[in-house]
């Protein structure tokens, strides 16, 4: 297949005119296959970016069907990232897609990040939230954090291979606090989706230099009052993850 | 002294601190952000920083799913 046939639409747009060529050229690590990054994925790859890693060790049941759509019930008990890796090479048979089916942590995150420039938070709790913060800053590493729930969204890009970012807008954590607690709540494949596109949209800005505005801010969808709000983000020299006074990694 | 909280004004005491005012409305510090003037106020500032006259408050959930 013609890759310009392939991209010839996206191509239509002045700025990402190259959008598929600078993808290719990047390897992008996504943790999280299901509501938010089995879709996030799925556009990526359709757009250019043919080198994923993706971590997920969940499997699929039925209540992940509502939002979840690259799968269906066929896929039942199936691992996520297996079933997600087949939809990107049904998509794409160039796509080159390293699974991680386990949680990444301070042992794996080299091995999970190699060659990768970018993290995607698309995880589904706190806990992985507050850690892939804490293993992207220490390892300076950009991340996307993206998190939703039943008509609340949260979209941030930080750059924390810049130290000037670093200095004046801080980390996750800054802003959530170390103890910060959240309990599961509703969620739904409309607004899941939304979201995933949007952090594809964002990803997609990163790699073509598109991201100026976006820096340093935390974006607040609300689907109740249709509204994106941002928000700038601070440092804490207290923080314990990137403050003065932080832990030794 | 008056301040805007989440869209409303609202007449809140003298010298309270966002700590204080998170305390008082019995918000969960864990489950929330807060920003003040849209910019984000860190949750490990939040004792120190005092709300003055006029200044605009938005709380807001943290949420986490995907
Ligand atoms: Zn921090």
Redesign the interface.
Known sequence: MNNTTRYARQQMIPEYQDLDKKLEQHRIAIV?S????GLCTYLLVGAGALNINIADYDTIDETNLHRQILYREKDIGETKINCCKRELIELDKRANIKTFAEKITEENFQEFTKDCRLVLD?????ET?LALNRLCFANRIDLIH????AE???LAYFKFSDSKFIEEY?CYE????E???????G?TGPF?SAVSAFAANLTMQVFTDRIKEKIGK?F?FDLNRFSI????????P??KCC?DTKEVA | MKINYNGTTIEVKDNLSLHSFVTELQLESRTIAAAVNEEIVPKKNWENFFLQEGMTVDIFNLVAGG
């Open positions: 999280g299901g509501g938010l990054g698309l995880s589904d709790n706190i939230r993206a998190s939703v729930t609340t969204a949260l801080g800054c802003l959530a606090g103890n910060a607690a959240i309990a599961k709540k969620i899941a935390i607040l709000r941002s928000f700038s983000l601070n440092k804490s207290l923080c403050g």
